[in-house]
């Protein structure tokens, strides 16, 4: 998965919590100052990444994240490390 495609995602669960278009959301828009997101969006953002993705990220991972580009690197570390964990697992057995 690309980083364009999980920013794009991450854009429309910004956009069905919040109802600004799709095309109205940039990557470095700042939720709060720019999005005008209030704490229980960005919860149910946040939430809803974390879903999507099967991350199982803490509450403190998730309020330090301030606009779709940092959220989309935590997404893709994130992916990476279960890739790399599931790999481990796989050789094992």
Same mark, same amino acid.
């Given at each position: /998965? *690309?980083?364009?495609?999980?920013?794009? @995602? +991450?854009?429309?669960?910004? %956009? %069905?919590?919040?109802? &600004?278009?799709?095309?109205?959301?940039?990557?470095?828009? $700042? #939720?709060?100052?720019?999005?005008? =997101?209030? %704490?229980?969006?960005? =919860?149910? +953002?946040?939430?809803?990444?974390? #879903? $999507? #993705?099967?991350?199982?990220?803490?509450?403190?991972? /998730? @309020?330090? &994240?301030?606009?779709? *580009?940092? !959220? !989309?690197? =935590?997404?893709?570390?994130? =992916? !990476?490390?279960?890739?790399?964990?599931? %790999?481990?697992?796989?050789?094992? !057995?």
């Amino acid at each position: /998965m *690309t980083s364009e495609e999980i920013k794009g @995602r +991450i854009k429309e669960i910004i %956009s %069905s919590v919040s109802n &600004i278009p799709v095309e109205e959301i940039g990557d470095e828009d $700042h #939720y709060v100052e720019d999005l005008n =997101l209030d %704490s229980l969006s960005l =919860l149910e +953002i946040g939430v809803d990444v974390d #879903y $999507h #993705y099967r991350l199982g990220l803490v509450e403190e991972e /998730m @309020r330090s &994240i301030i606009n779709v *580009t940092q !959220a !989309a690197e =935590l997404v893709a570390a994130r =992916l !990476a490390a279960q890739d790399a964990g599931s %790999s481990e697992v796989a050789e094992v !057995a």
